[in-house]
C-alpha cells in the first residue's frame, strides 16, 4: 500500500463501530491502530472478531487511546452524554474526531467540542453516513437545478424502526443518562439532516413539535414529529419513531419537480441506490393518468457510503496533518446546525408543542 | 345491451365532468341521458366534443336536467358553494346523487344533503375516484393484516400540483363564493381521505394545522397542511397545495410493516397501479442493507377507476329503484367523515393553528 494511512482508535465496542470498522479498513486512506475499552477482554474479543489488523492495539481505557502518539484520529461512537468528555479529551491530544450522531445532548455541549476542536486544529466530522453516498449528490443536482425542480416548497421526511422489546428496555437509546433525546437524537436527527440539506442549510425561522409525542416510563422520547417554516413560507415535516417498522423515506416538493426516496438513510442495497424525480408533471387530456411519468435514477455505489466517508474524513485528516491545511468548517457546522433544530424540536416538545422561533 | 342502465343527467359544462362522462359511457350499466347548463350552446358543444350519445337531451338550466322524468341519477361537478342548493333540489325531485368533492362548503350544509337524501331514498356518493381502484383494496388488505403490516402507527399524506397563472387568477378553486376551502377542500380532501381510510375510519381525537398556511388575495387557502392525533397515540400528516410539483404520496407506517405509494389519486397509468410494501424489516448484519427488500406490487385495472365508481354507484342506484332496497349507508357516511376532519383542519387554520379537538 503505498498511500499514507490515518491510523484510527476506536472508542468503545458500540455495535455500530463494527460497521465502521469494516469502513476504515476498505477505506484506502485509512487503518485501524487501536481499539479501547474499559473491559480489556471484551476489546480483545471485538478486534478478533471484527477482522481488526494483527497490529491493533487492544486498550483497557479510552486514555490509553487517546495517549497513543500515533492514532491520528479517533471515531467516537460512545453514548451521546459521554460525547462532550471524549471529543474534548481527543481534541486536547489533537487527536481527529469522528463523531457518532447526535453530536452532543445540546449545542451548548457541542460548541464546547468545537472550541476545543478549533484551539487544538483537529478535523471533525459527525458520521452521517449517507451525506457521502454518491447518490446524495447526483439527488442535490437535481434538487439545485432551477428547471427541473425549481424552489423547494415542502418536504416530509420519515425514519421509524420497530426496536425489539429488549432495546426498549435496556438500549442506550432509551436512557435518559446515556441518549438522552432518544428517538430524536437517533432516527430523528436524519431526518432534519434531510431537511436542512434539502434547504440547501437554511435554517427554519420556526420549529413546531407535533402533538402525539410518546415518552418511555423514564421520560425519553421514542416517537415524535415537528413541523419547521421558513420565512418564504416553504415548509417541512418529520416524523421519527422506534415503534413502528422500518421506515424511511423523504418526499420533496419544488415548484417545478418532485423527488422520492424510500431508503435515504441506508440504501436497500449496498452497491447500489435509488430514487424516482419527477418534473413539471402533468396529467393526460382526460386526467387518467400522469404525463410525463417520474424517472427512477439508480446509482452506484462501488464503495460503500461508509467507506467514503471515512475516506472523506481521512482525506481532510491528512491536509491538515501533513500538508499544513486548515481543518475543513463545513462539517462542524452542518452538525452545529442539526443539533440546533433537534434542541429546537425537544423545546418544542418540552413546552407541550409551542412554537419556537430561531430567529 | 342487454343489461339496463342507469341515465345520468349531468349538472354543468365542468372539466372534469368530461372524465366521469367518458367513464359513464364505459360503464355497463350506466349512460348519459342529459346535460345542462346555463348556456344551451355551452352544452351543446360540450356534449358534441365529447362523444355524448346521439339521444343526449341538451337543456338550458340545471332545473330542466331535474325535471326530466327520464332522468335516474345527476352527477354534480357544480363549485361546491352551489352543492347544498343543487344536491337538495336533485333529491327532492328524487334523482340519486354523484357529488364532487369536497361535497360541501361545511357539515352543517352537507348534512342538509344527507337528510334530503334520506327523506326522498336517493342513494349518495362522493366522486373519490381512487376509492374504486382495486389497487386501493390491495393496499387495504395489506395494511389490516396484522402479521403484514399490524397496527397502524403513522401515516404521511401529501397532494400537491403547480397551478399555472390562470389557475390562481381564475378557476374556481381559488374564489371565495365557490369553493371556499381552496387546496384544502380539493388536494386536501384526498389527503383526509386516504388517512382516514387507512385509519379505518376512525376519526382522529385532534386535528392541529401546521405552521405556514398560504392564503390568495381573497383570502382561500392555497397550501396547509395538518397533524392528526388518535387515542392510541396514533399520528398523521398531510400537505396539500397548489404551489409545488404535482406529487401524490402516502406513506404508512404499521408495527409490523410500511406503505409507500406516490400516486394514489390518479395512478400514473391508467391500466395499471403499483405500490410498495415491506414487513417486519431490518438490515443485514453490519447494517448496510435491508433485509428482507421491499416487494413492489402491481395491480391491473383493466377497467379504469372512475368506471368502476360509476359501475359501483349504478348497481346501487339500480338496487334501490328496481329492487326497493334500502340505500348504502357507507358512502355518506365517508363523505361526512372527510368534511367534518376538513372543517376541523380550516377551524384550526382560522385559529392559528390551536389546536381542535373532536370529541
Given at each position: 500500500?503505498?498511500?499514507?494511512?490515518i491510523?484510527f482508535?476506536i472508542l468503545?465496542?458500540?455495535d455500530?463501530?463494527r460497521?465502521?470498522?469494516?469502513?476504515?479498513?476498505l477505506?484506502?486512506?485509512?487503518?485501524?491502530?487501536a481499539?479501547g475499552s474499559?473491559?480489556?477482554e471484551?476489546?480483545?474479543?471485538?478486534a478478533?472478531?471484527?477482522?481488526?489488523p494483527?497490529t491493533?492495539?487492544?486498550y483497557?481505557?479510552?486514555d490509553?487511546?487517546?495517549?497513543?502518539?500515533?492514532?491520528?484520529?479517533?471515531?467516537?461512537?460512545?453514548?451521546?452524554?459521554l460525547h462532550?468528555?471524549?471529543?474534548?479529551?481527543?481534541?486536547?491530544?489533537?487527536?481527529?474526531?469522528l463523531?457518532e450522531k447526535?453530536?452532543?445532548?445540546?449545542?451548548?455541549?457541542?460548541d464546547?467540542?468545537v472550541?476545543?476542536c478549533?484551539?487544538?486544529g483537529v478535523?471533525?466530522?459527525?458520521?452521517?453516513?449517507?451525506m457521502?453516498n454518491p447518490?446524495t449528490?447526483?439527488?442535490?443536482?437535481?434538487?439545485?437545478?432551477?428547471?427541473?425542480?425549481g424552489e423547494?416548497?415542502?418536504?416530509?421526511?420519515?425514519?421509524?424502526?420497530a426496536?425489539d422489546?429488549?432495546f426498549?428496555?435496556?438500549d442506550?437509546?432509551?436512557k435518559p443518562?446515556?441518549?438522552a433525546?432518544g428517538?430524536?437524537?437517533d432516527?430523528?436527527?436524519?431526518?432534519v439532516r434531510?431537511?436542512l440539506?434539502?434547504?440547501?442549510?437554511?435554517?427554519?425561522?420556526?420549529?413546531?413539535?407535533l402533538?402525539g409525542?410518546?415518552?418511555n416510563?423514564?421520560g425519553?422520547?421514542?416517537?415524535c414529529?415537528?413541523a419547521?417554516?421558513?420565512?418564504?413560507?416553504?415548509t417541512?415535516?418529520?416524523h421519527?419513531s422506534?415503534?413502528?417498522?422500518?421506515?424511511?423515506?423523504?418526499?420533496?416538493?419544488?415548484?417545478?419537480?418532485s423527488?422520492?426516496?424510500n431508503d435515504?438513510?441506508?440504501?436497500f442495497?449496498?452497491?447500489?441506490?435509488?430514487?424516482?424525480?419527477?418534473?413539471?408533471?402533468?396529467?393526460?387530456?382526460?386526467?387518467?393518468?400522469?404525463?410525463?411519468l417520474?424517472?427512477?435514477?439508480?446509482?452506484?455505489?462501488?464503495?460503500?457510503?461508509?467507506?467514503?466517508m471515512?475516506?472523506e474524513?481521512?482525506?481532510?485528516?491528512k491536509s491538515v496533518?501533513?500538508e499544513g491545511l486548515a481543518?475543513e468548517?463545513?462539517?462542524p457546522t452542518l452538525?452545529r446546525?442539526?443539533?440546533?433544530?433537534l434542541?429546537a424540536?425537544?423545546?418544542s416538545?418540552?413546552?407541550?408543542?409551542?412554537t419556537?422561533?430561531l430567529?
Amino acid at each position: 500500500m503505498s498511500e499514507p494511512q490515518i491510523k484510527f482508535g476506536i472508542l468503545g465496542c458500540a455495535d455500530i463501530a463494527r460497521k465502521l470498522s469494516r469502513a476504515i479498513t476498505l477505506a484506502p486512506n485509512a487503518t485501524i491502530h487501536a481499539i479501547g475499552s474499559r473491559s480489556l477482554e471484551k476489546a480483545t474479543k471485538y478486534a478478533a472478531s471484527n477482522n481488526f489488523p494483527e497490529t491493533a492495539k487492544i486498550y483497557g481505557s479510552y486514555d490509553a487511546v487517546l495517549d497513543d502518539p500515533d492514532v491520528d484520529a479517533v471515531y467516537i461512537p460512545l453514548p451521546t452524554s459521554l460525547h462532550i468528555k471524549w471529543a474534548v479529551l481527543a481534541a486536547q491530544k489533537k487527536k481527529h474526531i469522528l463523531l457518532e450522531k447526535p453530536v452532543a445532548l445540546n449545542v451548548g455541549e457541542f460548541d464546547k467540542i468545537v472550541e476545543a476542536c478549533e484551539l487544538n486544529g483537529v478535523q471533525m466530522m459527525d458520521s452521517t453516513m449517507w451525506m457521502h453516498n454518491p447518490r446524495t449528490g447526483k439527488m442535490k443536482e437535481f434538487i439545485l437545478d432551477p428547471h427541473k425542480f425549481g424552489e423547494l416548497r415542502s418536504i416530509h421526511a420519515v425514519f421509524t424502526f420497530a426496536a425489539d422489546p429488549d432495546f426498549l428496555e435496556n438500549d442506550i437509546r432509551v436512557k435518559p443518562d446515556l441518549d438522552a433525546l432518544g428517538a430524536l437524537g437517533d432516527a430523528g436527527w436524519y431526518c432534519v439532516r434531510a431537511i436542512l440539506w434539502a434547504n440547501d442549510f437554511q435554517l427554519p425561522k420556526s420549529v413546531t413539535a407535533l402533538p402525539g409525542t410518546i415518552f418511555n416510563k423514564a421520560g425519553v422520547i421514542i416517537s415524535c414529529g415537528a413541523a419547521l417554516l421558513w420565512e418564504n413560507g416553504k415548509t417541512a415535516t418529520f416524523h421519527c419513531s422506534f415503534l413502528a417498522n422500518l421506515t424511511m423515506s423523504v418526499t420533496a416538493s419544488g415548484t417545478k419537480g418532485s423527488l422520492h426516496i424510500n431508503d435515504f438513510v441506508i440504501p436497500f442495497e449496498e452497491n447500489k441506490g435509488s430514487f424516482t424525480t419527477s418534473t413539471e408533471s402533468g396529467f393526460t387530456e382526460l386526467v387518467t393518468g400522469w404525463a410525463p411519468l417520474p424517472s427512477q435514477h439508480t446509482v452506484m455505489t462501488d464503495v460503500p457510503q461508509e467507506v467514503l466517508m471515512v475516506t472523506e474524513f481521512s482525506r481532510l485528516v491528512k491536509s491538515v496533518k501533513n500538508e499544513g491545511l486548515a481543518v475543513e468548517k463545513k462539517w462542524p457546522t452542518l452538525s452545529r446546525m442539526t443539533q440546533f433544530v433537534l434542541d429546537a424540536v425537544k423545546t418544542s416538545v418540552d413546552k407541550g408543542g409551542e412554537t419556537v422561533n430561531l430567529d
